[in-house]
């Protein structure tokens, strides 16, 4: 199992922008579908965006053209941009793929005024 270390959490305003990132200690880049999910408290954790491994993205709803997600497979990096946070944009972030079982700790978005 790969462990993943997010981080690029925060207090932000709403209407701000914050800049995930994700790494592991081993190569990730045989995982073709990488995806951000979060959870916020009293709900299940849920995705809010994905990537492939030819780099096409699919977002939920709520965040598309809001947030971009990308990954740079030679960094072993994957990132989640968000913008013009909301509120109900407060959860913890993970990021993940549906091919691995571990989890890591997340981190922390707040929106707040």
């Known amino acids: 199992q790969v462990h993943f270390v997010e981080s690029g959490g925060g207090l932000v305003q709403p209407g701000g922008s914050l800049r995930l990132s994700c790494t592991a200690s081993?190569?990730?880049?045989?995982?073709?579908?990488m995806a951000w999910y979060r959870q916020s408290p009293g709900k299940e954790r849920d995705s809010v965006a994905a990537i492939s491994g030819d780099g096409t993205p699919s977002y939920k709803d709520s965040v598309w053209g809001r947030f971009t997600i990308s990954r740079d497979s030679g960094e072993n990096m994957v990132y989640l941009q968000m913008n013009d946070l909301k509120p109900e944009g407060t959860a913890v972030y993970y990021c993940?793929?549906?091919?691995?079982?571990?989890w890591g700790q997340g981190t922390q978005v707040t929106v707040s005024s």
């Open positions: 081993e190569d990730f880049s045989r995982f073709y579908l």
């Open positions: 993940n793929s549906p091919e691995n079982n571990a």
